[in-house]
């Protein structure tokens, strides 16, 4: 049974739902606007009513009662996705787990820590620093580690230690019937049957509503360094990152920004960086450790015209770096006033990823569209910024079609259309297109099994 119509909830529903958890539900117009919006360039869609939940077993009651009453259920962690993940398509309620934000268990002998869903990346490695540890995966907004999960989220580290879908052991989820299910161990290896972490990781909300997270951690490192160099050509840059993944050097973070990507963060966060296609590198060890990769990345750098090399050990520039680095969407919107983004989010194999990105650029190039070309390259993944005026929705098909021809050309080589950000309800086609018919029927028949009246994200993923 799917769910095919908006639905507003009736007053005696508001009340049961009201009951349920302790009268958090919220009809307020501006709480119902901060909850029917994302970070994309969809249109707004109030949910009916706000829900914010405090435990596992209100999620599990107010789950129980929607599947019910046929209530669309959209969870909400602080909303940065970036596909319209969140966006009510079909009304019902939002169900905000923001203010489920405990750090449960920090276990430093095992490397592991245990969160509620909403705990947020940033907070939670303030609180690790202080054993020492941290969690490596980051995202460019403060996320929440339930939104992370249920995007099978990814950051500037992941060439290092991984995405979400290697960080997340162990997860609780409430199923759409209000079941409780505890999949994973607190393990590094595990062969126990179906794989239903990895399942839930990345699913988006609309096979269960996850509220708790078992993560990896990993040791400070002794040592961090960050390093700069700049290229002739955007084409350069990426040869040269593919060359130092295969040398084998063991980089924390390789990042690409082109010539407008540094243009925009130098106005953004007040830094000097020469307007030129550049490479961003940090190295993690001991200090003698970190003075050897940095090296060899030199030299490899050169070997593709790279120039002005720069690397510091020098906590306060390093950081100053990588804040910029983080701030790059924001930039991008700052940098044209008024201005909405669409960012697309292609990986390919890394063999692939030179012509990858000559492709995007050249589509682009051809359009008259402000935008910039930046990414994780070291893993192969890598976005391309439209900047769009919300003034002129027109200005969207346009796009559409421009990410669309990109999107086709990176799956005819055998690449993904998301590496991280998800499907949610821009992709969609693009998921058909990479997967086939065959593969998004299994989903679909796994969402029938898990969620057999709908309710949970309805729109998402697929139609
Ligand atoms: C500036 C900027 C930079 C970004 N950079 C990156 C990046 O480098 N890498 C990256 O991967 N993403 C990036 N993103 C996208 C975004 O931050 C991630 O998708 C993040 O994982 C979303 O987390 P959230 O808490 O905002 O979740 P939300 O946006 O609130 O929700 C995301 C999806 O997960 C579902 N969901 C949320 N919580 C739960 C839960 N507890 N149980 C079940 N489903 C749930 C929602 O229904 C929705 O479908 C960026 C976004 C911005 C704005």
Redesign the pocket.
């Given at each position: 049974m799917a769910i095919t119509k908006r639905v507003d909830l009736s007053d005696a529903q508001v009340k049961a739902l009201s009951s349920l958890v302790s009268g958090r539900i919220s009809q307020n117009e501006s709480v119902l606007d901060s909850h029917g919006r994302?970070?994309s360039a969809f249109p707004p869609v109030r949910p009916s009513a706000v829900v914010t939940v405090h435990s596992t077993d209100e999620v599990s009651k107010v789950l129980a009662y929607c599947n019910g009453e046929g209530i669309p259920v959209?969870?909400?962690?602080?909303?940065?996705?970036?596909?319209g993940?969140?966006l009510p398509l079909f009304g019902g309620i939002s169900?905000d787990?923001?203010e489920?934000d405990s750090i449960i268990k920090i276990s430093p002998d095992d490397l592991t820590v245990t969160v509620q869903?909403?705990v947020?990346r940033m907070a939670l490695n303030k609180k690790l620093s202080n054993d020492g540890l941290f969690f490596s995966?980051?995202?460019?907004?403060?996320?929440?580690?339930?939104?992370?999960?249920?995007?099978?989220?990814?950051?500037?580290t992941?060439v290092r230690y991984g995405?979400?879908r290697e960080n997340v052991l162990k997860l609780t989820?409430v199923l759409a019937d209000g079941t409780v299910i505890h999949a994973g161990r607190e393990t590094r290896k595990l062969s126990a049957g179906y794989d239903l972490t990895r399942l839930?990781v990345g699913?988006?909300?609309?096979?269960?509503?996850?509220?708790e997270i078992t993560l990896r951690v990993f040791g400070i490192p002794e040592k961090m360094a960050a390093a700069v160099s700049r290229f002739p050509s955007l084409a350069d840059g990426v040869q040269a990152a593919i060359a130092i993944v295969r040398s084998g050097v063991a980089i924390a973070r390789c990042e690409f920004l082109d010539a407008q990507s540094i243009k925009n963060v130098n106005a953004h966060d007040g830094l000097t960086l020469q307007e030129a296609p550049t490479l961003l590198f940090e190295f993690h060890g001991s200090p003698r450790g970190v003075e050897e990769d940095a090296k060899v990345v030199q030299e490899i750098t050169s070997e593709f015209g790279g120039t002005d090399f720069e690397w510091t050990t020098e906590e306060g520039q390093r950081r100053k770096l990588w804040q910029a680095r983080?701030?790059?969407?924001?930039a991008g919107i700052a940098a044209f006033p008024g201005k909405r983004a669409i960012?697309t989010?292609a990986a390919v194999p890394l063999s692939k990823l030179a012509d990858a990105v000559a492709i995007a650029e050249k589509i682009l190039k051809e359009s008259p569209f402000p935008h910039s070309i930046l990414g994780?390259v070291a893993d192969g993944n890598f976005?391309t910024f439209i900047v769009t005026d919300p003034t002129k929705p027109e200005e969207l098909d346009a796009i559409r079609e421009l990410t669309h021809k990109t999107t086709s050309a990176i799956i005819a080589m055998g690449g993904t259309c998301t590496?991280?950000?998800?499907i949610?309800a821009g992709k969609i086609d693009s998921l058909l297109e990479e997967a086939g018919q065959s593969s998004v029927a299994v989903m679909k028949s796994i969402k029938a099994a898990l969620d057999p009246n709908g309710i949970?994200?309805p729109g998402?993923i697929f139609h």
């Open positions: 994302d970070e959209v969870a909400f962690g602080v909303g940065s996705s970036l596909e993940h969140v169900l787990l923001s489920m869903a909403g947020k995966v980051d995202p460019g907004a403060d996320a929440t580690i339930g939104g992370m999960t249920s995007t099978g989220a990814a950051g500037t992941t995405s979400m989820a839930i699913s988006e909300g609309t096979l269960a509503i996850v509220t983080h701030n790059a969407y924001w960012s989010d994780h976005h590496g991280e950000h998800g949610g949970l994200n998402k």
